[in-house]
């Protein structure tokens, strides 16, 4: 079984700045894909970011990169100028490539954004 | 684009009651997913369905039921509530089963078992 661990509850962070949110997994396969999702106050969960396990390079879209290191097990996700609307729970998620439907989610982690 | 559409959006419920969660999705999704999301436990698979007519239990199956009667509704039952069944669901898609297709969500359905 996989295990998506999420070791800080809640982050705070000035607007502009660079934040880091820790994401640790526990697996046997080794082909597997990891997500970020976004859930604000709205609740509506939203996808930020997808990282293929075969591929070494990680994976950015405009101001969120994640630092994938697969012989650790990590899967961090940076957000960078940090803006009001990034407030929100950020979810850590895993899937098997195969025979498995199930997307593990880590416990979150509640970013907020000081003005 | 609607996406996915639940309903109701809330709902308080007496315990001993049936109810049924309502999933539709208009983006022809061939898999189709529920979740639970807790307080401290982040969200939890029940049921999933590959494709119209098959479903299959997740991590927490006990006391739900669903049906995949057509690609695009996937509605979820509870038989006789229980207050542990208080919680935020969320219905989901994907075009296929598996990593490389990401689900998409819906709002969620936020429900409380007195």
């Known amino acids: 079984a996989q295990t998506v661990t999420q070791s800080q509850p809640e982050m705070s962070v000035q607007e502009a700045e660079t934040v880091t949110l820790s994401c640790t997994y526990d697996?046997?396969?080794?082909?597997?894909?990891l997500f970020w999702y976004k859930q604000p106050p709205s609740r509506q969960m939203i996808l930020v970011i997808r990282?293929?396990?075969?591929?070494?390079q990680n994976a950015t879209e405009n101001r969120f990169s994640v630092n994938f290191q697969k012989a650790a097990k990590s899967f961090s996700l940076k957000i960078s100028d940090s803006q009001l609307g990034d407030t929100a729970m950020y979810f850590c998620a895993f899937m098997p490539n195969f025979g498995n439907e199930k997307l593990t989610f880590g416990t979150g982690t509640r970013l907020t954004i000081i003005p | 684009t609607a996406g996915i559409t639940q309903a109701p959006t809330s709902q308080i419920l007496a315990a001993g009651r049936s109810m049924t969660l309502r999933c539709t999705q208009d983006?022809?999704?061939?898999?189709m997913y529920w979740y639970r999301q807790d307080l401290g436990l982040g969200l939890r698979l029940i049921h999933y369905s590959n494709t119209a007519g098959t479903t299959g239990k997740g991590e927490v199956p006990d006391g739900y039921s669903v049906s995949r009667a057509n690609t695009d509704d996937f509605p979820l039952t509870l038989a006789s509530a229980v207050p542990s069944q208080t919680s935020v669901y969320f219905c989901?898609?994907?075009?296929?089963?598996?990593?490389?297709?990401?689900?998409?969500f819906g709002d969620g359905t936020r429900l409380s078992i007195l």
């Open positions: 989901a898609s994907s075009e296929q089963g598996g990593g490389n297709q990401p689900q998409h």
């Open positions: 990282q293929e396990a075969y591929k070494q």
């Open positions: 983006m022809r999704h061939n898999a």
């Open positions: 697996t046997s396969e080794s082909n597997y894909y």
